[in-house]
């Protein structure tokens, strides 16, 4: 099957960064697409950014400026580059890929365990 490793959440202060990394392994045909949400504490899972094999990007209006996301195909991962940090950018990070696994034709849908970043004011 499919894993989704997250690596790279932590605590930092307001105004600070983080980097996540998100490696996918397993019997992966291709990637359609890979991104991450978050979920902070009582609220639901909210898309975070998005980057689709040979398209744009997309964020969330609430990290455009601050969050890139960006791709390395050859190594199936997908990175967040997070700065400009707020405490209310305070949730567990999930990263999400769609792909079709070796062999197959249909798309699958995947997630990570997560991983806690927190950022104190």
């Known amino acids: 099957q499919v894993q989704l490793v997250e690596s790279g959440g932590g605590q930092v202060q307001s105004g600070g960064s983080l980097r996540l990394s998100c490696a996918a392994s397993?019997?992966?045909?291709?990637?359609?697409?890979m991104g991450w949400y978050r979920q902070a504490p009582g609220k639901q899972r909210e898309l975070v950014a998005t980057?689709?094999?040979?398209?744009?990007?997309s964020y969330a209006d609430s990290v455009k400026g601050r969050f890139t996301i960006s791709r390395d195909n050859a190594k199936n991962t997908v990175y967040l580059e997070m700065n400009s940090l707020k405490p209310e950018d305070t949730a567990v990070y999930y990263c999400?890929?769609?792909?079709?696994?070796?062999?197959?034709?249909?798309?699958?849908?995947?997630w990570g365990q997560g991983t806690q970043v927190t950022v104190s004011s």
């Open positions: 980057v689709p094999s040979g398209g744009s990007t």
């Open positions: 999400h890929s769609i792909l079709v696994l070796r062999g197959e034709v249909v798309s699958r849908s995947y």
């Open positions: 397993g019997s992966i045909g291709a990637i359609n697409r």
